[in-house]
């Protein structure tokens, strides 16, 4: 069964330091990889896309992928109290099903 | 990123009645997906929404229990049926755009079937 796996923490970190998120997928078909800020009681937020292996990186976030050992990372720099939230890291099924799957995500804590 | 309307943002039904919950989009997209994410838990998708055809379920959803309807590409409905406490959940609609993968999702509807 296809997995993608994840910390559920919390992970507490203090505020301006970084973050770093970590996910591990099993399937090695999977060739799109995403994270998403997911607030409480509210919807999933797109925050960065990796296809290829290496760093992306976009404002404070960086995503960082090595299909090798099968993990995607998000390193959030300058944490503040309004990064606290659940990621969730997802992959796609297959290449072009545009289905994902989703870890349960990773609790971060920002403490001011 | 496309707007998404999805409606009721949440709503509180009786057992053994159902929830029809609306997803609108501002553009035309490409795919569409109905997700469930029940409390503390990830998200799971239950179906691929297909315009004009009979949607495509996940593993251990039917039709029956939830029927899905796309009569165009902005527009989506999932039914939640016959309803239980256990059916008691956040459902999300999910779009895709073009050729991009990235999906974006509408508010939720928060069910809390009693």
């Known amino acids: 069964q296809k997995e993608v796996e994840q910390n559920s923490g919390p992970l507490s970190v203090p505020e301006g330091a970084i973050a770093s998120l970590n996910c591990t997928y099993s399937d090695r078909g999977s060739q799109s990889f995403f994270w998403y800020r997911q607030y409480s009681g509210k919807s999933p937020e797109l925050i960065m896309f990796?296809?290829?292996?290496g760093d992306k990186e976009d404002g404070r976030f960086t995503a960082q992928l090595n299909k090798a050992s099968q993990y995607v990372s998000l390193l959030i720099r300058d944490s503040q109290p309004s990064d606290s939230a659940t990621y969730l890291c997802a992959a796609n099924v297959a290449s072009g099903t545009y289905k994902y799957i989703f870890g349960t995500g990773t609790r971060l804590k920002v403490l001011a | 990123s496309a707007v998404i309307s999805q409606k009721p943002s949440r709503d509180i039904c009786q057992r053994g009645t159902s929830l029809t919950i609306q997803c609108q989009v501002d553009s035309q997209v490409t795919m569409m997906f109905w997700y469930r994410q029940q409390p503390g838990q990830s998200l799971t998708l239950i179906a691929t929404a297909n315009q004009g055809s009979e949607a495509t379920y996940e593993s251990g959803f039917v039709i029956d229990k939830f029927p899905i309807s796309r009569p165009n590409l902005t527009f989506s409905t999932l039914t939640v049926s016959n309803m239980s406490p256990e059916d008691s959940s956040i459902y999300l609609c999910?779009?895709?755009?073009?050729?991009?993968?990235?999906?974006?999702f509408g508010q939720g509807t928060r069910l809390t079937v009693v």
């Open positions: 999910s779009v895709i755009r073009g050729l991009e993968e990235e999906a974006f």
């Open positions: 990796i296809y290829s292996n």
